[in-house]
């Protein structure tokens, strides 16, 4: 029994402030990684990023109105990507694991909470190291599979660095059997894109986080599939914590609140994926022989989620995928056909100003929308009756001409 407590302690020591404890998440992803490998990034690799990134900021000069947003350059092995991005893990997955130590908390009847006393804070310690270990299993295998900070479309980096993982683009390449310099340089297009736009538009990181913690506080908990994921710990094996499965915890709440939600998020998701998809794909055009299989390759594996990405949407109850991603690329092609590059960024100026989730069925009435308007307000005639009191300048003198001179009384 006191080597049992003095592992029990030893797990959940470490728990921090907030509802998982990160520590051991971190220990658990490091763990998983030491297992599978994480080579270490050469000279050669850290010099072709460099050079890939470079490369990728010139090109994209003519096809965004957005200037560069590097203001670093790095190579990542798996474990400094955990490392680098868990400050956002934890604005994303606190709210999600606050609903679920707070359940497991309920599982005590009320009458016997009173005779726990201190024991209740334990359970809010377990609950957050049942899933930091969990998550932490999540990490460790998105670590192995994304290939730049920005690559799951959210702004997990920080500011201004833009960052590539040489060993998991060399993987990726090798699957797609195309040549490695070729991707790498496809990757650092899609990562620099990402940066001009977290870059120069202040709002859009705030509003893509906040969209999807909106999204997370809305999760229902499964209180059964909690009873039955503490079924499974054992008393006199702390380890047996990180065994548990807890998919199937965390559910979307079918509500009207809820889904509109939802509906936020997955637009902010997809705009955010098409403009990158549409820039990159026509900075690339001509440039690189393989641009088409590569463009396909990357829509299909941003549409679809890799496995584990996958993990982490079961484990939390959230998606990080566009579903619309192929509407939002051609949103942004028919803004670029009808109102030019910078027309078409300049709807980053505002949340306001951006597509709606309706207006991804007709583009083309979406992009022509401010020049219809324009052409209106030229035709629109202020000395009929409800128009303004005053008249825009220049008017009196054009009415005078084509009306005989006839003014408003």
Known sequence: MQQFMSQLQHLLSASGSGPVNWDLARQVAASQLAAAGDPAVSPYERHAVEEALRIADLWLEPASALPSGIRNTVSWNRNEWIFKTLDVWRKLCDPVASRMVGAMGDLVPPEARAQLGPMQSMVATLGGALFGGQLGQALGSLAAEVLSAGDIGLPLGPAGTAALIPANIKAYGDGLELPEDEVRLYVALREAAHQRLFEHVPWLRGHVLNAVETYAAGIRVNREAIEEAMGRVDPTDPESMQAIALEGIFTPEDSPTQKASLARLETALALVEGWVCHVVDGAADGRLPNVVALGEAFRRRRAAGGPAEQTFAALVGLELRPRRLREAAALWAALTEHRGIAGRDALWGHPDLLPSDD?????????????????????????????????????????????GGEGRN
Not at 367 to 376: F, Q, Y
Not at 382 to 398: D, I, V
């Open 359 to 403: 207006d991804f069925a007709d583009p083309v009435a979406f992009a022509m929308a401010d020049v219809d308007l324009m052409t209106e307000l030229e035709n629109f005639d202020f000395s009929a009756p409800g128009g303004p009191e005053e008249k825009a300048p220049g008017e009196t003198e054009r009415r005078d001409d084509t009306e």
